[in-house]
């Protein structure tokens, strides 16, 4: 199905590094590499593997402020003053963050080029959806919001309507801000609830403005959804939407922290629901966008457990040749795994025994997610002239 693909990936995406502890570690980008490495992701014909290029500076200005961006480059060397939501427990300041954030945006603005100037058909920078930073303000582990700028990026280069899909389990507020007037970029975001989760934006009811009303869609679900409830969410809301939307090009935000071992929120993905969501995008690119599909990462922080299988599948998937659940893990792999003397046991198979089926939705349906489906089919559906009522829509 995918004849050219790029991978974007360079060792120095690692100095995307918020020290310490933090739970946006650079270890699970690192693992990932690995374990994609040792199955024989990236000999697949179709991709070809690019080192990113730092964005300019220039760049940076189509989302971030002036003031904002002099602060991320003055941060490192003035600590107490930086201002702008750096230096937070959720954003501290390191070295070289500004370079290492440009690096990471150069990434995505390189995998949106070679989907929009027809070198292949898809692009991922799995370093990059950072999708909480906002124009003026570092959030949520992010410092410069890559989605919103590679979307802005292709507007400039005349694309005239971009859908963007974030899985993460967080609302993708940051780039939903950036495009929220504008009816150019139609943002879908699947996550768990507002009331229960950071950033404590993504109620259905926020649906765009002005000019942009009705391109901007959320699912917000309830803790402990599980692949079946999560995947019947997403067929009950996305492919309507996109079809209805007719993007030039997908945008997706892959943030695997949806995971049931994930230590930061609470919805109950497995890596085989996550898996077939992948898929599912993929589908969905070939179908609407043909083929122009740029992948991004997120959050993640199941770090041995869940980013690298995650993650794995997904290039897989983007490369065309998808890795078989049922793959046992490499020994290199694990060696990798315990020489670093990580606490959490590796794991040892590429799938987790789920089936990632789903039942479709039909209105009525009297549980919590189908309460949500509905609720978001009511607010958005008829801004797309849909109608929220109809399952075929
Ligand atoms: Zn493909
Ligand atoms: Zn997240």
């Known amino acids: 199905m995918s004849d050219a693909v790029a991978v974007i990936w360079d060792d120095a995406m690692l100095e995307y590094d918020l020290g310490g502890d933090h739970p946006l570690h650079p270890i699970r980008l690192e693992l990932t590499i690995a374990l994609a490495r040792t199955l024989g992701v990236f000999e697949a014909p179709a991709i070809t593997r690019l080192a990113p290029i730092v964005a300019d500076e220039e760049l940076l200005h189509r989302i971030h402020t002036p003031a904002y961006i002099d602060a991320v480059k003055r941060a490192p060397h003035d600590p107490y003053g930086a201002g702008h939501g750096l230096g937070t427990p959720d954003n501290p300041i390191f070295d070289r963050m500004h370079e290492a954030s440009s690096l990471i945006v150069g990434g995505s603005i390189q995998a949106a080029e070679w989907v929009w100037s027809g070198k292949g058909d898809h692009a991922a920078n799995i370093a990059g959806g ?4 906002m124009a003026d303000n570092a959030s949520g582990f ?37 495009f929220y007037d504008d009816p ?106 043909d083929g122009r599909w740029l992948i991004l990462g997120g959050g993640g922080y199941g770090l041995i457990r869940c ?56 209105p009525g349906g009297a549980d919590a997610i189908d309460a949500a489906i ?20």
Request: proline content about 9%; some cysteine.
């Open 130 to 133: 950072l999708h909480h930073a």
């Open 374 to 393: 509905q609720r978001t089919r009511r607010a958005s559906f008829p801004l797309l002239g849909l109608d929220p009522d109809d399952p075929r829509d």
């Open 142 to 178: 992010c410092v410069y919001n890559d989605p919103a700028l590679a979307i802005s990026w292709l507007l400039g280069q005349g694309a005239q309507r971009i859908a963007y899909v974030d899985v993460d389990v967080h609302h993708g507020d940051g780039v939903q801000a950036a």
């Open 307 to 362: 980013v690298p299988r995650a993650w794995t599948h997904l290039l897989a998937i983007v490369g065309g040749r998808p890795v078989d659940p049922e793959t046992t893990i490499p020994a290199e792999w694990l060696e990798d795994v315990h020489k670093r003397k990580l606490r959490a046991i590796p794991p040892t198979r590429m799938t987790e025994d789920e089936s990632a089926a789903y039942t479709p939705w039909e």
């Open 184 to 289: 150019r970029v139609l943002t879908i975001s699947l996550h768990q609830s507002p009331l229960s989760l950071f950033p404590g934006t993504g109620f259905p009811e926020e649906t765009g403005r002005g000019a942009g009303i009705g391109t901007s869609i959320n699912v917000a679900l309830p803790p402990r959804t599980d692949d079946g409830g999560w995947l019947r969410a997403f067929h009950s809301v996305v492919p309507s939407a996109l079809r209805a939307f007719a993007p030039d090009v997908l945008v997706s935000q892959c943030g695997c922290d949806a995971h049931r071992d994930d230590p930061l929120a609470d919805l109950a993905l497995s890596i085989d629901g996550q898996r077939a969501s992948y898929g599912a995008m993929h589908d969905l690119a070939h179908e609407i966008c």
